[in-house]
């Protein structure tokens, strides 16, 4: 069982990025994701900089060099401009974890380097952290259910051998990697680190 989730899992490191993207973009949908990229970068510097509820989507359009009309072309809303923040954040663990993957690893290490790798994200940016898990509305529940499914289509890639459903393991990850970037939030000292710790010895017992 070990040998074939240390293979598959070499595979799955192994993988240039390349064969992850999409396909080349025209000039025009270029311009369309560097637009898009832009608000993005504008809205994350407005909302740290002055708070979520401070900031109109007219802020943000001004602030990325576009028009007001544009800031609609690209979301619908500033809460889905906020969701859109998340999902680059998320996109960002998850490539840290990616990266810290070795063949060596066994599952429960693997399932605990992505929740390390979450916790590690709130730590060095503890500001994108409050924005994404306190100051702005709360996370909808299709938000936790869809981010569950993508965690788990990750781990199924890196582990082909499971005593547990894959899924429970994925909405308990997520779960878990929200509650510890509140604890990183609130308190950054030996509480929140015994915490933390707690919390990879947990899944680690669980899953070895």
């Known amino acids: 069982m070990m040998l074939q989730a240390a293979t598959r899992l070499h595979t799955f490191i192994s993988m240039p990025t390349a064969s992850r993207s999409v396909p080349d973009l025209t000039r025009a949908e270029r311009r369309k994701l560097e637009t898009r990229e832009r608000l993005l970068d504008a809205a994350l510097r407005l909302f740290m900089k002055s708070g979520y509820p401070a900031v109109s989507t007219a802020d943000i359009a001004d602030a990325a060099d576009a028009g007001a009309g544009t800031f609609y072309l690209h979301f619908e809303d500033k809460s889905a401009i906020l969701r859109a923040l998340g999902e680059r954040a998320v996109a960002e663990i998850i490539g840290n974890w990616r990266n810290s993957l070795t063949s060596s690893m066994t599952p429960a290490q693997i399932v605990k380097g992505l929740l390390r790798s979450a916790v590690e994200f709130w730590r060095k940016q503890p500001a994108r952290a409050r924005l994404l898990l306190e100051d702005g509305p709360p996370i909808k529940a299709e938000t936790c259910v869809k981010l ?22 994925a909405n308990l990850l997520v779960a878990m990697a929200f509650q510890l970037g509140r604890v990183v939030v609130a308190a950054n000292g030996a509480a ?17």
């Open 148 to 169: 569950a499914q993508e965690v788990a289509a990750e781990l199924s890639d890196a582990i082909t051998d499971w005593s547990v459903r894959i899924e429970a393991v």
């Open 192 to 208: 929140a680190q015994r915490i933390i710790e707690g919390s990879y010895d947990l899944v680690e017992r669980a899953l070895g």
